[in-house]
Nanobody
């Protein structure tokens, strides 16, 4: 059972990146999927989440609302985070997580954050 986040990199302010969260050993459709990030010297914070099954519910925290879009592709067992209009303050290690019990947005806004599975992080650096 494994979650793998990928797609990070270096991008200029105003640019875009798409992060992927792929699962092996289990089916993501049965889980709400969330994205979190941790900037240097700061605590981990929630970014976005999508509900299980049809992904009809999505949630974005205020810093990213209107710029980030979360989606799921059941055929590929993958969840994506499209990040547009990136800002230097978006620089962080981004983690995806899967949670079977708490729906979206609870899995992102409830503290402390407890989820079933964490992926390893992928570094996003926004800099000119």
């Amino acid at each position: 059972v494994q979650l793998q986040a990928s797609g990070g990199g270096l991008v200029q302010p105003g640019g875009s990146l798409r992060l992927s969260c792929a699962a092996s050993g289990f089916t993501l459709d049965y889980y709400a999927i969330g994205w979190f990030r941790q900037a240097p010297g700061k605590e981990r914070e929630g970014v976005s989440c999508i509900s299980s099954s049809d992904g009809s519910t999505t949630y974005y925290t205020e810093p990213v609302e209107g710029r980030f879009t979360i989606s799921r592709d059941s055929a590929k067992n993958t969840v994506y985070l499209q990040m547009d209009s990136l800002k230097p303050e978006d620089t962080a290690v981004y983690y995806c997580a899967a949670e079977a019990e708490k729906p979206c947005p609870l899995m992102v806004v409830t503290t402390p954050v407890t989820v079933d599975y964490w992926g390893q992080g992928t570094l996003v650096t926004v800099s000119s």
